[in-house]
């Protein structure tokens, strides 16, 4: 008994002298992987104006790659956004050859200046800029379709009710119409050399910008024109 004993002692102890660094090089190339999976994101999302953070790095357990200069590929689905949970593909490379492809899960946290409301807007009410405020935002949570700009909201009209200390998505509002269906309406033409002015009604509605239908009282013609104003509309000319 005691043989067999002395015999593990000796087998173990030899495994620590003659292979000190492969134990140690698991953890040294699991940092590495991290570091790299960690440039990657930022490098990825550098310049869109976000608080980026990694919640989460979840990798094989078992990550042995072999002694040397490794040299690592990080590989993201072409419709990854630079947040949320995804799944990377990272090769380790050895003198130009693969010795690994990974699977690296990811959960990325991306604050970003977002649209607030300061308190309950109701349906129907014409948005001011003291109605809103810019606060830090998970990305996630907006869907796309909040603004990091208040005045892309101010002057709005509110389609439905939205609710005090959240982010205002451009889905919620709507532009307040200048000009409105039956109203007489300037109706402009011009160009470098002159400018002709008739009046007209509208027969839809319309912000500024819009095209709206307007009919010549001279003629009775309808014709498309774009709001300038609350009483003016132009035609090209």
Request: hydrophobic share 45%; glycine share 6%; proline share 3%.
């Amino acid at each position: 008994m005691k043989s067999i004993i002395s015999y593990l002692i000796i087998f173990l102890l030899s495994l620590t002298l003659f292979c000190p660094d492969q134990a140690h090089s698991a953890t040294d190339r699991e940092q590495e992987v991290r570091d790299v999976v960690t440039s990657f994101v930022t490098n990825r999302t550098a310049g869109m104006g976000w608080d980026v953070r990694i919640r989460r790095i979840a990798m094989p357990d078992a990550l042995k790659l072999p002694d040397g200069i490794i040299d690592y590929e990080v590989i993201a689905p072409q419709q990854w956004e630079g947040w949320g949970n995804v799944t990377l593909t990272v090769l380790a490379r050895l003198k130009e050859r693969v010795v690994r492809n990974l699977s690296v899960r990811i959960d990325v946290e991306a604050l970003a200046d977002t649209v607030v409301t300061v308190g309950q807007i109701e349906q129907g009410v014409t948005i001011t800029p003291s109605d809103l405020v810019l606060q830090k935002r998970e990305i996630t949570q907006n869907s796309g379709r909040s603004s990091r700009k208040i005045e892309d909201f101010a002057g709005k009209k509110a389609r439905s009710t939205i609710k005090a200390n959240q982010a205002v998505r451009a889905d919620q509002v709507e532009k307040v119409p200048l000009v409105k269906s039956g109203q007489i309406v300037t109706i402009v033409a011009e160009n470098r050399v002159m400018k002709i002015s008739v009046a007209g009604k509208a027969r839809s509605s319309g912000a500024e910008g819009d095209i709206v239908m307007v009919q010549n009282l001279n003629s009775l013609k309808e014709i498309p024109a774009r709001v300038i104003s609350a009483s003016t509309v132009q035609i090209a000319f």
